[in-house]
């Protein structure tokens, strides 16, 4: 069974940093592209970023470009997501999601991230 | 980016009643479109994916339709399971830039 836990999420301050861990479970995590999706209070879903198998490509929505770093560990089958300079417009439940031919048939619980003063 | 318009915001229908559900695309998006079912406090569910292949274990009540920019989520038989919120997504940027709709939620009439 696939299984995907979000962990890390919790209260930042504006400006602050955090990561989110995603630990994978239940299939080959090296042969899949991941995904982190979030979705705002009472709002819609927002793909953040996917990264490839190996990890050597990365990409990114624009509002996160230079202060999100998606990575993986294959060897840990773990899925990261540091978030740095962190702002309001950032309070979301996180979701690790993995990709199957750019659409997700697995996802995580979520884990909530406050940004907040 | 592909701008992903859904409509109706709410619809209201009785159980046993079909729905039908639009999303529309700014640009062509050929059959790259997903259709996800989220309910209060859970993840999202995969629905349909490649426009209108039902995703595993998705029962046959539901339906989906269209190509280029206008797609159509079918709900033959409304269940009371059926009542949540639902997303379309286009996957047919490369370099990915996945974008979702707004959602249309689906509540009891």
């Known amino acids: 069974e696939v299984q995907l836990v979000e962990s890390g999420g919790g209260l930042v301050q504006p400006g602050g940093s955090l990561r989110l861990s995603c630990a994978a479970s239940?299939?080959?995590?090296?042969?899949?592209?991941m995904s982190w999706v979030r979705q705002a209070p009472g709002k819609g879903l927002e793909w953040v970023a996917s990264?490839?198998?190996?990890?050597?490509?990365?990409f990114y929505v624009d509002s996160v470009k230079g202060r999100f770093t998606i990575s993986k560990d294959n060897a840990k089958n773990s899925l990261y997501l540091q978030m740095n300079s962190l702002r309001a417009a950032d309070t979301a439940v996180y979701y690790c999601?993995?990709?199957?031919?750019?659409?997700?048939?697995?996802w995580g619980q979520g884990t909530l991230v406050t940004v907040s003063s | 980016e592909i701008v992903m318009t859904q409509s109706p915001a709410t619809l209201s229908v009785s159980p046993g009643e079909r729905a039908t559900l639009s999303c529309r695309a700014s640009?062509?998006?050929?059959?790259?479109l997903a259709w996800y079912q989220q309910k209060y406090g859970q993840a999202p569910r995969l629905l349909i994916y490649?426009?209108?292949t039902r995703a595993t274990g998705i029962p046959a009540r539901f339906s989906g339709s269209g190509s280029g920019t206008e797609f159509t989520l079918t709900i033959s038989s409304l269940q009371s399971e059926d009542f949540a919120v639902y997303y379309c997504?286009?996957?047919?940027?490369?370099?990915?830039?996945?974008?979702f709709g707004q959602g249309t939620k689906l509540e009891i009439k």
């Open positions: 990264i490839k198998q190996d990890g050597t490509e990365k």
């Open positions: 997504q286009q996957y047919k940027n490369w370099p990915p830039l996945y974008t």
């Open positions: 490649g426009a209108s």
């Open positions: 999601a993995r990709e199957d031919h750019s659409n997700y048939h697995h």
């Open positions: 239940g299939f080959p995590f090296s042969n899949y592209w």
């Open positions: 640009q062509s998006v050929s059959s790259n």
